[in-house]
Antibody
Framework: EVQLVESGGGLVKPGGSLRLTCAVS????????MSWVRQAPGKGLEWVGR??????????DYPAPVKGRFTVSRDDSKNTLYLQMNSLKTDDTAVYYC??????????WGQGVLVTVSS | QSVLTQPPSVSGAPGQRVTISCTGS???????????VHWYQQFPGTAPKLLIY???NRPSGVPDRFSGSKSGTSASLAITGLQAEDEADYYC???????????FGGGTKLTVL
């Protein structure tokens, strides 16, 4: 069974940083492309970053709203995905989901972790 | 403003058929590369779940009451034999080549009357 468990959320002040962690099991992590998707309170879904498998280059992609502030990384030896978020803004307040990517679709989702950016 | 446009809400009585549209453009759904459309179902307070992939395919365990289609710059999700348990939010998703981004529709809330 595929399991994705996010952690590291919480309250942070504007301009601050936070690192989210996603522990995965139930599939071959080092072959998987992984993404983070967020959902602001009462709003829709928004993709915030992706990392390819190391065999596919291990490269990352980001949408414009977070490019230069967010960094997706992975540790295949620990079956763990990370999202480093810097220069946080109040608009970044959302539930953040860890997902398994199959190129452009999201096959599996974690339960999500809440990040609140507020002074 | 989402790149893919969905109606904010749809409703139907039990047993009826409803459709949810997802309208894009030539840089996403209607692109020559033929970017596929995927659909997700989300119940309140829970994570989204893949419902339809690659325009019209159902993952294992999804009832055949759910079906998807794509034509030109639009896609649709159809639900037949509507049940109370289908009440949820539904999102379409694809890739946009002008934004170099994975994109979602704004979501549609389905109410079963």
């Amino acid at each position: 069974e595929v399991q994705l468990v996010e952690s590291g959320g919480g309250l942070v002040k504007p301009g601050g940083s936070l690192r989210l962690t996603c522990a995965v099991s139930g599939f071959t992590f080092n072959n998987a492309w992984m993404s983070w998707v967020r959902q602001a309170p009462g709003k829709g879904l928004e993709w915030v970053g992706r990392i390819k498998s190391e065999t596919d280059g291990g490269t990352t992609d980001y949408p414009a709203p977070v490019k230069g502030r967010f960094t997706v990384s992975r540790d295949d030896s620990k079956n763990t995905l990370y999202l480093q978020m810097n220069s946080l803004k109040t608009d970044d307040t959302a539930v953040y989901y860890c997902t398994v990517n199959d190129w452009i679709r999201f096959d599996y989702w974690g339960q999500g972790v809440l990040v609140t950016v507020s002074s | 403003q989402s790149v893919l446009t969905q109606p904010p809400s749809v409703s139907g009585a039990p047993g009826q058929r409803v459709t949810i549209s997802c309208t894009g453009s030539s840089s996403n759904i209607g692109a020559r590369a033929g970017y596929e459309v995927h659909w997700y179902q989300q119940f309140p307070g829970t994570a989204p779940k893949l419902l339809i992939y690659s325009n019209s395919n159902r993952p294992s365990g999804v009832p055949d009451r759910f079906s998807g289609s794509k034509s030109g710059t639009s896609a649709s999700l159809a639900i037949t034999g509507l049940q109370a348990e289908d009440e949820a939010d539904y999102y379409c998703q694809s890739y946009d080549s002008s934004l170099y981004s994975l994109v979602f529709g704004g979501g549609t809330k389905l109410t079963v009357l």
